[in-house]
């Protein structure tokens, strides 16, 4: 083989627009034989919201230390729950 007929093989097969890009990886992620997959993860991606939100208002509504300690630990873990499934769903 010579250089010229590699090139030209190595130029047919490489596309750059289809680089390992943002777009690419999330399009990538939404085919057809990934959506359960997706929904699966979008749905514990709003378990985590709710979560989060919920211990978010009940942080403010308590008096007691304890409690807001145990409500602002379990806001962080879901804030980070729904980073985790931000970055399933993207890479």
Same mark, same amino acid.
């Given at each position: 083989?010579?250089?010229?007929?590699?090139?030209?093989?190595?130029?047919? #097969? *490489?596309? %750059? $627009?289809?680089?390992?890009?943002? !777009?690419?990886?999330?399009?990538?992620? /939404? %085919?057809?034989?990934?959506? $359960?997959? +997706?929904?699966?993860?979008?749905?514990?991606?709003?378990?985590?919201?709710?979560? +989060?939100? *919920?211990?978010?208002?009940?942080?403010?509504? #308590?008096?007691? #230390?304890? /409690?807001?300690?145990? /409500?602002? $630990?379990?806001?962080? !873990?879901?804030?980070?729950?729904?980073?985790?499934?931000?970055?399933? +769903?993207?890479?």
């Amino acid at each position: 083989m010579n250089d010229e007929l590699i090139r030209k093989m190595v130029e047919d #097969t *490489y596309d %750059n $627009s289809r680089e390992n890009g943002v !777009l690419w990886m999330a399009g990538d992620f /939404y %085919n057809k034989k990934m959506w $359960s997959f +997706a929904i699966f993860v979008w749905a514990w991606a709003v378990v985590f919201f709710a979560g +989060a939100a *919920y211990t978010g208002m009940r942080f403010f509504q #308590t008096d007691q #230390t304890k /409690y807001q300690i145990m /409500y602002v $630990s379990i806001f962080v !873990l879901c804030v980070e729950g729904i980073a985790l499934m931000k970055i399933f +769903a993207t890479g």
